[in-house]
């Protein structure tokens, strides 16, 4: 039973590049959440998704980042034109239900970006 | 195999009672252990150690770390029934973050 897979492990990015970052959910989840962790910070959360519908993007920016998860394959973390703000390790969860005290989040062990 | 590895898996206990969770870890290159309280859809920062034997406390909650027996626990005490979430440990090697699968702990009052 593979947990949440998340690839890749390292991207490296040059400014105005694009990075797509690929989260597959433990199977039966069909509830995906996405953060972000910044040096020294906790978890910032992005974005909330639910199969093929986005649920609460209340933490991602506006501009330039995108977020997906199609009926088939994984949720994409899209991240247009990059900049250097954006290297941080990104995480990503699923639950088979939404988050709660009795539906908890399994994490991947993230994707770290690095735009030069 | 599971790196991080948080017990117990479950917890119910009464208001007033203090808790002990524990995690315990397998890493090669060890950089920080974090604790997260998790709740609702952001979990929340609680401390992070990196240095064995020095406790960090935060109102009722204090967190240790143990190098040597590759452990920390995490203390709440005089539990109240907003402490009930699932408490996450995670641990850093490196560039990587290992998430142990939480405790849930259920205060009653």
């Known amino acids: 039973n593979a947990g949440v897979m998340q690839n890749p492990r390292h991207l490296v990015r040059r400014r105005g590049q694009e990075a797509r970052l690929r989260c597959s959910p433990m199977?039966?989840?069909?509830?995906v959440y996405w953060y972000r962790q910044l040096p020294e910070e906790g978890l910032k959360f992005m974005v909330y998704l639910q199969k093929e519908n986005i649920i609460d993007e209340s933490g991602m920016p506006k501009e330039r980042f995108s977020a997906e998860f199609p009926k088939e394959g994984p949720s994409i973390l899209r991240i247009q034109q990059v900049v250097r703000g954006d290297s941080a390790a990104y995480f990503c969860a699923s639950s088979p239900r939404k988050v709660g005290i009795n539906s908890p989040l399994h994490f991947g062990n993230g994707t770290r970006l690095t735009v030069t | 195999e599971d790196k991080v590895v948080q017990s117990p898996l479950s917890l119910v206990v009464h208001e007033g009672d203090t808790v002990t969770l524990n995690c315990s870890y397998e890493v090669t290159n060890f950089r920080s252990l974090l604790w997260y309280k998790q709740e609702k859809k952001a979990p929340t920062f609680l401390f992070m150690l990196?240095?064995?034997?020095i406790e960090k406390k935060s109102g009722r909650l204090s967190s240790i770390l143990d190098k040597k027996e590759l452990s920390s626990i995490l203390n709440i005490t005089a539990t109240q029934t907003g402490d009930s979430a699932i408490y996450l440990c995670a641990v850093e090697e490196n560039n990587d973050m290992r998430f142990g699968a939480g405790t849930r702990l259920t205060v009653k009052p």
């Open positions: 990196t240095s064995s034997g």
């Open positions: 199977k039966g989840h069909s509830h």
